[in-house]
T-cell receptor, first 115, second 114 residues
């Protein structure tokens, strides 16, 4: 059973702080990794994708991937109250970089940013 | 506007009464999937389709059927719904072309089976 684990939450940070979200996965052949944000009552929306080891930055968001250790993380700098949501880690376990016919999601972690 | 639509958005039904949740996308995507989301269990894939007439089971396919007769549509069928199928359901689509493999999610269908 391919598993994606996210650190238990909820996570609460003050406004302006860095929020660090972590995710580990069990299937070594996984090639594509994604972070989705889901506001309460809404559908998930993609905020970051990463395919190679290292860091990928997009605005206040940085995704970090370490395939040898099988973990992927998301850093949110200068956290804002509008970042308060559930963050889902997703892994493409099809074994190749490509479309996500077989995505496995973590259970998600709820982030709360205190004004 | 690129989008995935689902209907109905909310549905309350009784045990055993067959129902269909429709899903349609206008992005010419090859891949489509159905997920259910339950508290404490996260998003779990029910079925997915890689193209017309090509479908495969996800992690929790029991009690569900799908069909992909047209590229844009991927309906989810519950032949005999049971209360344990009460959940929030999402349809999603994605393409293998280009540099992004983002899955676009529909707005969700909240199903209650009594």
């Amino acid at each position: 059973q391919k598993e994606v684990e996210q650190n238990s939450g909820p996570l609460s940070v003050p406004e302006g702080a860095i929020a660090s979200l972590n995710c580990t996965y069990s299937d070594r052949v996984s090639q594509s990794f994604f972070w989705y944000r889901q506001y309460s009552g809404k559908s998930p929306e993609l905020i970051m994708s990463i395919y190679s080891n290292g860091d990928k930055e997009d605005g206040r968001f940085t995704a970090q991937l370490n395939k040898a250790s099988q973990y992927v993380s998301l850093l949110i700098r200068d956290s804002q109250p509008s970042d308060s949501a559930t963050y889902l880690c997703a892994v493409n376990s099809s074994g190749y970089t490509g479309a996500n016919s077989k995505l496995t999601f973590g259970k998600g972690i709820t982030l709360s940013v205190r004004p | 506007e690129a989008q995935v639509t689902q209907n109905p958005r909310y549905l309350i039904t009784v045990t055993g009464k067959k129902l269909t949740v429709t899903c349609s996308q206008n992005m010419n995507h090859e891949y489509m999937s159905w997920y259910r989301q339950d508290p404490g269990l996260g998003l779990r894939q029910i079925y997915y389709s890689m193209n017309v007439e090509v479908t495969d089971k996800g992690d929790v396919p029991e009690g569900y059927k799908v069909s992909r007769k047209e590229k844009r549509n991927f309906p989810l069928i519950l032949e005999s719904p049971s209360p344990n199928q009460t959940s929030l359901y999402f349809c999603a689509s994605s393409s293998e072309s280009g540099s992004s493999y983002e899955q676009y999610f529909g707005p969700g269908t909240r199903l209650t089976v009594t």
